[in-house]
Nanobody
Framework: QVQTVESGGGLVQAGGSLRLSCTVS????????MDWYRQAPGKQRELVAS???????NYAESVKGRFTISRDNAKNTAYLQMNSLKAEDTAVYYC?????????????WGQGTQVTVSS
């Protein structure tokens, strides 16, 4: 069974920084991609950033230049470094992973971590 766990959320003032971590564990043969999504109250869940196996990254326009996604393959962990935070970044942040397991691919969501930016 594959498990995805996030950590690192919290309360920060506007202009501040936070780093989120996402670790995937279980009977994994490889990791295809690790993504960060967020969902603000009353809004749909949106993709924030993605990193694929080869290291390629993708960002939502709203976070380009402020957020950086990276990965430590040895630890099966992805990070989301969030700088110059704004009130509108307040949301629950979820990690989504796509892993290679015996027999195919497995997707997994974390439980979410709250990020609150005070203005």
């Amino acid at each position: 069974q594959v498990q995805t766990v996030e950590s690192g959320g919290g309360l920060v003032q506007a202009g501040g920084s936070l780093r989120l971590s996402c670790t995937v564990s279980g009977s994994i043969l490889g990791i295809k991609s690790m993504d960060w999504y967020r969902q603000a109250p009353g809004k749909q869940r949106e993709l924030v950033a993605s990193i694929i196996a080869g290291g390629g990254t993708n960002y939502a326009e709203s976070v380009k230049g402020r957020f950086t996604i990276s990965r430590d393959n040895a630890k099966n962990t992805a990070y989301l470094q969030m700088n110059s935070l704004k009130a509108e970044d307040t949301a629950v942040y979820y990690c989504h992973t796509k892993t290679v397991i015996l027999g195919g691919l497995q997707t997994s969501w974390g439980q979410g971590t709250q990020v609150t930016v005070s203005s």
